[in-house]
């Protein structure tokens, strides 16, 4: 907003017009048109929070898997899991690592 006085400023409305938000929201739109699905080797990590057993986390190595339209994998996805659904247990943490080559 631009202008020459104070009186000026005071009349000026607070908000941009409809056709200035619709410009602004055009310029700072952001989309996507493809994902990339890759899939990270699993390691033994050092998460202080896993109370029992070992941590697993995400090693720097991955495979890339699949590149596709963001539309189709949004159409095909499962629904999104809450937090307490993604807690793995123990015994297949320890699995996972010794099926990857690491020994108790």
């Known amino acids: 907003m631009h202008v020459k006085s104070l009186d000026d400023s005071l009349r000026a409305p607070s908000f941009p017009s409809r056709s200035s938000r619709n410009q602004l929201r055009h310029r700072l739109s952001v989309s996507f048109d493809t994902l990339e699905i890759r899939d990270y080797e699993r390691i033994l990590g050092d998460n202080p929070s ?3 057993g070992p941590s697993i986390t995400f090693g720097w190595r991955y495979a890339e898997t699949s590149v596709l339209p963001v539309d189709d ?4 996805r499962l629904p999104r899991r ?3 659904q993604m ?3 123990q015994p297949i943490r320890e699995e ?5 080559g690491h020994t108790r």
């Open 82 to 84: 809450r937090s307490y």
């Open 87 to 89: 807690v793995m247990p």
């Open 73 to 76: 994998y949004e159409c095909g």
């Open 96 to 100: 996972m690592l010794l099926n990857s």
């Open 50 to 52: 896993c109370s029992r």
